[in-house]
């Protein structure tokens, strides 16, 4: 069974950055090479929705209000994905999950960020 911890969460304040990274375990290098991997944020009220996602090829995909600002990687070797994110904003407030598609979906438990003065 694939299990994804997330790391890196924090308080920052804004114009800030912070590194969230995605350790999977329970996978091998040549497996987790396979996946999609994406993270998601859920901000209090809202729904979950979609920050960027990067394909097995490396191909990037970011939500509108992140492009330029976050920026996801893999290192397969690791069995780790990464979401750079600069220039935070309070808007970006809110719970960080990590997903890792392929055949299945696997999820994190989440980390918080927090953007405040």
């Known amino acids: 069974q694939v299990r994804l911890v997330e790391s890196g969460g924090g308080l920052v304040q804004p114009g800030g950055s912070l590194r969230l990274s995605c350790a999977a375990s329970g996978t091998s290098s040549m497996i987790f090479r396979l996946y999609v991997m994406g993270w998601y944020r859920q901000a209090p009220g809202k729904q979950r929705e979609l920050v960027a996602t990067?394909?097995?090829?490396?191909?990037?995909n970011y939500e509108d209000s992140v492009k330029g600002r976050f920026t996801i990687s893999r290192d397969n070797a690791k069995n780790t994905a990464y979401l750079q994110m600069n220039s935070l904003t309070p808007e970006d407030t809110a719970v960080y999950y990590c997903?890792?598609?392929?055949?299945?979906?696997?999820w994190g438990q989440g980390t918080q960020v927090t953007v405040s003065s």
């Open positions: 990067i394909s097995r090829g490396g191909d990037t």
């Open positions: 997903n890792a598609n392929f055949r299945s979906d696997y």
